[in-house]
């Protein structure tokens, strides 16, 4: 059994910052990290930024330049650096890691941010 535990969400005034984290708890043998994904009532989740196992980098446009994904694989640690918030940043945050070789995704259950003056 894996578990995915997001942390770091709250209420923020644009502008300001934010850190996430999300560690793996549980049978964490073959996990690696895929990035960070969010939501917003009444939308299909969308990818804000991913990291390969060659820690190679991809951000969505509409967040690149003000956020920073980043692991530390020895701590099963993923984090997501939020500067520069904006209100359409809104939304429960999500990580995502995989299994090596099993194809099956792993979600947490989520943290929310709020940019709101």
């Known amino acids: 059994q894996v578990q995915l535990v997001e942390s770091g969400g709250g209420v923020v005034q644009p502008g300001g910052s934010l850190r996430l984290s999300c560690a793996i708890s549980?049978?964490?043998?073959?996990?690696?990290?895929r990035g960070w994904f969010r939501q917003t009532p009444g939308r299909q989740r969308e990818l804000v930024a991913t990291?390969?196992?060659?820690?190679?980098?991809h951000y969505s446009p509409s967040v690149a330049g003000r956020f920073t994904i980043s692991r530390d694989s020895a701590k099963n640690m993923l984090y997501l650096q939020m500067d520069n918030l904006k209100p359409e940043d809104t939304a429960v945050y999500y990580c995502?890691?995989?299994?090596?070789?099993?194809?099956?995704?792993?979600w947490g259950q989520g943290t929310q941010v709020t940019v709101s003056s």
């Open positions: 549980g049978n964490s043998f073959g996990m690696y990290f």
């Open positions: 995502n890691a995989v299994r090596a070789g099993s194809g099956v995704f792993h």
């Open positions: 990291i390969s196992s060659g820690d190679s980098l």
